[in-house]
């Protein structure tokens, strides 16, 4: 199923007349690369979300800590630099509007009030499984990312 889909993206860019064949093997390689990083995330969190324990796996998000834009080569595809996450988690953690501390707590913005916060399902209670190895990125996601007031 998973290569079914790589050798659609690809044949899709490869007929991309619009690209250049050097834009057309860095995206190529851009969305491989993105594809083997969502499989090594599904598999280090069990397919759950970090932050609820949702399993549909179809809607999980592997989500990037240090935003992959922005990313090296290496943190685009380093294990450590994701969370799995649904897609509510992951909008409001990819928008600043949740981030975690060092020890996993969640971090919520002062932006996002009560009754959004109710209807995304946050509360201060909540807390995720970090790694040592995870706590460079998500201290750069705290500095550089979360939108604390």
Same mark, same amino acid.
């Given at each position: 199923?998973?290569?079914?889909?790589?050798?659609?993206?690809?044949? &899709?860019? $490869?007929?991309? *007349?619009?690209?250049?064949?050097?834009?057309?093997? &860095?995206?190529?390689?851009?969305?491989?690369?993105?594809?083997?990083?969502?499989?090594?995330? !599904?598999?280090?969190?069990? =397919?759950?979300?970090?932050? /609820?324990?949702?399993?549909?796996?179809?809607?999980?998000?592997?989500?990037?800590?240090?935003?992959? &834009?922005? &990313?090296?080569?290496? $943190?685009? !595809?380093?294990?450590?630099? @994701?969370?799995? %996450?649904?897609?509510?988690?992951?909008?409001?953690?990819?928008?600043?509007? +949740? =981030?975690?501390?060092?020890? @996993?707590?969640?971090?919520? =913005?002062?932006? !996002?009030d009560d009754n959004n916060r %109710?209807?995304?399902?946050?509360?201060? /209670? %909540?807390?995720?499984? +970090? /790694?040592? $190895? *995870?706590?460079?990125?998500?201290?750069?996601?705290?500095?550089?990312?979360? +939108? $604390?007031?």
């Amino acid at each position: 199923d998973r290569e079914i889909s790589y050798k659609s993206i690809i044949d &899709s860019i $490869e007929k991309d *007349n619009r690209l250049s064949v050097t834009e057309r093997d &860095s995206l190529i390689h851009s969305r491989i690369g993105q594809g083997q990083f969502r499989d090594n995330i !599904l598999k280090k969190y069990s =397919s759950s979300c970090i932050v /609820t324990g949702i399993n549909l796996k179809r809607v999980l998000v592997a989500s990037h800590i240090k935003p992959w &834009s922005i &990313s090296d080569a290496n $943190e685009k !595809l380093d294990i450590h630099n @994701g969370l799995l %996450m649904c897609p509510n988690h992951d909008k409001l953690f990819d928008r600043g509007y +949740i =981030s975690f501390d060092d020890t @996993g707590r969640i971090l919520i =913005s002062e932006k !996002l009030d009560d009754n959004n916060r %109710m209807y995304m399902n946050i509360t201060p /209670t %909540m807390k995720i499984d +970090i /790694t040592e $190895e *995870n706590i460079k990125y998500i201290k750069y996601h705290r500095k550089n990312v979360f +939108i $604390e007031k």
